[in-house]
């Protein structure tokens, strides 16, 4: 049974750029959590997917967006990239919506370094 | 806005000893609280959780006491072991809205 992956695996791209991460999420999972983790940081919540529609939001700006495709997989969009967007970007699925709940399995995550 | 705060970077315990881990929250509608274990390069991995209904949880080595009158939580791992060298994170929750984490605790287990 797999567990949830991420691609790619590590990224390096530069200012300005756009970016595109995928997760695929545990066999039987619908929705899907992204999150990202800065250097020395806790996970930051960015935003959550389910039914293909984005279900909840976390503080960040309008550059962060993403998409759930039928298959429940995802992906986040990260636009015009900051040097403060490099992070470890974090996917979690899950059956259902509930955000709080002890059944979010994550992804090893994908390394993002923005120079 | 720190709601969930680990005030202990790193924390170093002998094998076999026991290793508390802390969290203070701000937040007092937070209704669920977790504990994740992190490994390097590999996500977080759920550990054990709270209703803030309860004040403790038993799970094995690991258990979990909640104080809501001092909005702190802590993690109890008895005996502690090599295996349990990890970052733990501790997390919250309000109702169905988002996992607010902790900036994390670097456990060392010394053999």
């Known amino acids: 049974d797999a567990g949830v992956t991420q691609s790619p695996t590590h990224l390096i791209k530069t200012r300005g750029q756009q970016v595109t991460l995928r997760c695929s999420p545990k066999?039987?999972?619908?929705?899907v959590s992204w999150y990202q983790q800065a250097l020395g940081q806790g996970p930051q919540f960015i935003f959550q997917y389910y039914e293909e529609e984005e279900r909840q939001r976390g503080n960040f700006p309008d550059r962060f967006s993403g998409h759930q495709f039928p298959n429940y997989s995802s992906e986040l969009n990260v636009n015009a990239l900051l040097l403060g967007d490099s992070a470890l970007y974090l996917c979690?699925?899950?059956?259902?919506?509930?955000?709080?709940?002890?059944?979010?399995?994550f992804g090893p995550g994908t390394r993002l370094t923005v120079l | 806005d720190q709601q969930v705060k680990q005030n202990s970077p790193s924390l170093s315990v002998q094998e076999g000893r026991i290793s508390i881990l802390n969290c203070d929250y701000t937040n007092s509608m937070f209704d669920y609280f977790l504990w994740y274990k992190k490994y390097p390069a590999e996500g977080p991995t759920f550990l054990i959780s709270?209703?803030?209904?309860?004040d403790k949880n038993e799970d094995g080595r690991f258990t979990v006491f909640l104080n809501k009158s001092a909005k702190h939580l802590s993690l109890h791992i008895v005996p502690s072991q090599p295996g349990d060298s990890a970052v733990y994170f501790c997390?919250?929750?309000?109702?169905?809205?988002?996992?607010?984490f902790g900036t994390g605790t670097r456990l060392t287990i010394i053999p």
């Open positions: 979690a699925s899950s059956l259902g919506v509930r955000v709080g709940t002890d059944t979010q399995y």
């Open positions: 997390a919250a929750v309000f109702g169905n809205e988002k996992l607010t």
């Open positions: 066999s039987g999972h619908d929705t």
């Open positions: 709270i209703s803030s209904i309860k």
